[in-house]
């Protein structure tokens, strides 16, 4: 069962790939944190109660409530457009995808170890770099942020596979979710909206050499 | 006492950010360096102590910390020139003295953790508090600055938890789950030695943020760009510091075991192309505080080289970024000086500055001698037995390679340094310049013969806690 969540999380992966709207980035990323939500409920049952009962409801509060909730709010308020204005065509995006994933399993294969879970790995790292590939290539400052939640999620799901023996790790990464998220989302969103009209990354690029 | 100094740092960061009356703000960072001091004169009595069970007072810790609680001293005497000067508002000054002073207890506490998860935690704060003195101004361009750097900083925090992730994978092969340096230098041999790789390849990359090293150096010269110029001399100086802190301590660790050379390969590379990239921008750069930025990113490449050299450029590289830390310090201190003189950053607007500064241009030559490693200065020496270090290490071509690179950003840093000192400006009205009274300069000249006195004849305990720091390192 966690197996096939874990696939389901990657198939989000290409759907956002594909997808045109910045509102279908958020769902996605609502539906993460769902999904998040049944992992962690299956996989951590070797630790305490309470620490689980933390756990899950930080999936499901803040990263398929809070967050997107708030993204949602940050469109509004900003009058961004709904379009996300890739560099480069979707087909493209989902070719770059697979290819990810395929490195990445690749990679998997090449090591041994018998106290982690491949599915895992394949999908924390493809998240990893669909969340960095997702930041080099859209142009609003948003979906930069949006591509930064995509790699926490990734981190999450590493995390996760050795959660059992280290639970500390898990709230460590949960400590760094909120922290980093609350730095960008709540300060700096909120006074780049104010100062940059049109949110984009063009004009972030006075600080320069020449 | 580390209990009481972290609680001491917040209390007095909570009460500062909340404060509006000036003498009270002043008196109350007064105290905070009053408590640095004392903390810092406790470690040297409590030497190898470890308290709190994730802190312990080593000598790479205590050293450091000893260049940090130096530097904060004028960091917050030009801090109050700095406010005083520009007129700022009670909330912006409780504001700038809040991050400050959290800033630097977040850096003592990273050095001083034995824990990697410790120095994690205390790399995060740093960049909560770095990104409000960043946005410092409130503008345009200081807002585009914090954003990259909070973003960025994000980004590599979150590779330092993926790697330390890792490495707990790497860890559990032992049958162990204590990340302690010194747990995992006891257990080396047990290490998973794939994700042990993959730990470090991640590790490093996300200090690279704060040490200042491709691929991730981008971020630290905007802040030190857009920072208050004692601000930014913190980010150039013991901030890297706390980055080599986190990538030295856990290099120790990789150079145990038979993955060192790997590691040697892992680490030059990313040193030599910092070299590079900093030459690069060295010779294109107009913004002068840009330029003392760049210079940083080339000082720390020449300390990587060190440690991947091995040999005597494990104990160089150690002096070489505290020698860089006062010097560097030094010229950021004296860069707002210079901005007040000129109104300007821009090499084309700013000239011929001995004439309207006298003190203050001595303490730019001097530190343009210091940063370029000319004798007298200190850095000469480290960087000399980093030089041969690499001979030693049979590195030829990549010595004459990076001697090369160094003479480009002598001649790029003294062309633009004698231009602002000799040439004049063109167009500009100097019928009501500021005159600035050569106290301001004091700490600078003190700062700088530190730097002299340290490399040229370092006192013996010096020279011991330096050989502490670097001994379980194979030689």
Known sequence: MIHVLLITFLITLFYMAIANRLMTYIKVLALQGVILFFVVFLQLNKIDTLNLIFILLETIVFKSLAVPIFLGYLLKRNNITR???????????????????????????????????????????????????????????????????????????????????????VNLGIMLDIFASVLILGIFLNKIGDVFKDVDVDQLSNLKDY | MIGVYLLG??????????SRNKIFVYSLAGLFVVLQSLFTIYTCFHYDATELIYFSYDSLGVILLITLSIIAIPAFIHSYIYIENHH???????????????????????????????????????????????????????????????????????????????????????????????NLLARRAELNPVWLRMAFLFIFTGFTAKLGLVPMFTAG?????????????????????????????????????????????????????????????????????????????????????????????????ILHIILHAFVKSSLFFQFNQLYRVFQDKSIYHIGNYFKYNTTGAMVLLLGFISATAM???????????????????????LLIVVLLLLTMIIWAFGKNIFKVLFVPAVGFDDSNVEKISPWESLSQFILLATAVYLGLNPPAIFVQMLNESVKLLPM
């Open chain 2, 375 to 397: 004798p007298p200065s200190g850095l000469f020496v480290s960087e000399f037995l980093i030089f041969k270090s690499l001979f030693d290490a049979g590195q030829i071509i």
């Open chain 2, 88 to 182: 700022e508002n009670p909330p912006t000054r409780a504001i700038y003295l809040a991050s400050m002073v959290l800033l630097i207890m977040a850096i003592s506490a990273g050095y001083l953790s034995n824990h990697i998860a410790v120095t994690w935690i205390f790399t995060e704060i740093t960049t909560l508090s770095a990104s409000a003195l960043i946005y410092h101004h409130r503008n345009k361009l200081a807002l585009e600055g914090t954003w990259k750097y909070v973003f960025i900083c994000a980004i590599s925090i979150t590779f330092i938890f993926i790697g330390i992730l890792f490495l707990s994978l790497s860890l559990q092969h032992a049958g162990s789950d204590d990340l302690s340096f010194r």
């Open chain 2, 221 to 317: 010269i905007d802040a030190k760009d857009k920072a208050p110029a004692p601000a930014g001399a913190l980010f150039a100086t013991v901030l890297m510091n706390l980055g080599f802190v986190g990538i030295f301590r856990f290099y120790i660790v990789i150079a145990n075991t038979p993955l060192l050379h790997w590691a040697q390969l892992v680490v030059g590379s990313a040193a030599f192309l910092s070299l590079f990239v900093s030459t690069v921008y060295m010779l294109k750069v107009k913004n002068i505080k840009r330029m003392f930025a760049y210079s940083g990113i080339e000082h720390m490449g020449i300390v990587m080289l060190g440690v991947a050299a091995g040999g005597i450029g494990y104990y160089a590289a």
């Open chain 1, 83 to 169: 379009e996300a204005e890739p560099f480069l065509p979707n087909f493209v995006s989902l070719v770059i995808t697979t290819f990810i994933v395929v490195i990445t399993i690749l990679i998997s294969n090449t090591i041994k170890d018998d106290n982690l879970d491949k599915i895992f790995f394949v999908v924390a790292l493809s998240t990893l770099f669909f969340g960095l590939y997702l930041i080099a290539t859209r142009r609003k400052i948003i979906t930069h942020v949006m591509g930064y939640m995509v790699i926490e999620n990734g981190v999450f799901v590493l995390s996760l596979a050795i959660g059992n023996e280290m639970p500390m790790l």
């Open chain 2, 9 to 18: 740092a917040v209390a007095i960061a909570i009460i500062l950010f909340f």
